[in-house]
């Protein structure tokens, strides 16, 4: 009977110290590993776009040589705005009662049958031209990009509010 007691006892001490080793490893991990930062003209212009907003998390890619960053922000947009601080674009979640008739019936005519998956409004607000250039539209446009999903593969077409046909379905 002791020899139990005592191996239960051992036991949970050592279990304790399992969890409380295990619980300071967690710690000292999740302070060892920082978050790059955004260069400041990225978040200068989402500050002054989205104020309150603050940036989730993002990701970096070049476009015709130009660097931009793709930033989640705490609106749930996600926002695209190169190096020196242009915005492109913003996209924004929503559904298919939000989209003019003429986009929504260029969409489920695009997706041919497939399962639409996500559907976004794009606010377009400059644009990368053919020389690499960075051109800020006037006003921006508003354009919508559904995703569809078929056969484990994921397709996207891109439609103006018109109904026109932007970038059409390509599956990935």
């Given at each position: 009977?002791?020899?139990?007691?005592?191996?239960?006892?051992g036991l949970v001490m050592l279990l304790v110290f399992a969890m409380t080793v295990n619980a300071q490893v967690g710690?000292?991990?999740?302070?060892?590993?920082s978050t790059p930062q955004l260069p400041a003209a990225v978040s200068s212009a989402i500050t002054a776009a989205f104020p309150g907003a603050t940036a989730d998390e993002f990701e970096q890619d070049t476009d015709g040589g130009i660097?931009?960053?793709?930033?989640?922000?705490?609106?749930?947009?996600l926002v695209d705005v190169t190096a020196d601080g242009v915005?492109?674009?913003v996209f924004y979640d929503t559904?298919?009662?939000?989209?003019?008739?003429?986009?929504?019936t260029a969409i489920e005519k695009a997706g041919g049958g497939a399962k639409l998956d996500e559907v976004l409004r794009v606010e377009v607000r400059a644009e990368i031209d053919d020389s690499g250039?960075?051109?800020?539209?006037?006003k921006p446009e508003t354009e919508y990009s559904?995703?569809?999903?078929?056969?484990g593969k994921e397709g996207e077409v891109r439609v103006a509010a018109d109904g026109t046909i932007l970038d059409p379905l390509e599956w990935y």
């Open positions: 009977m002791r020899k139990t007691r005592l191996l239960l006892v710690r000292r991990a999740k302070k060892a590993v660097t931009i960053y793709s930033v989640d922000i705490s609106t749930g947009a915005i492109l674009e559904d298919m009662k939000q989209v003019p008739a003429a986009a929504a250039k960075v051109v800020k539209l006037e559904a995703i569809f999903l078929k056969d």
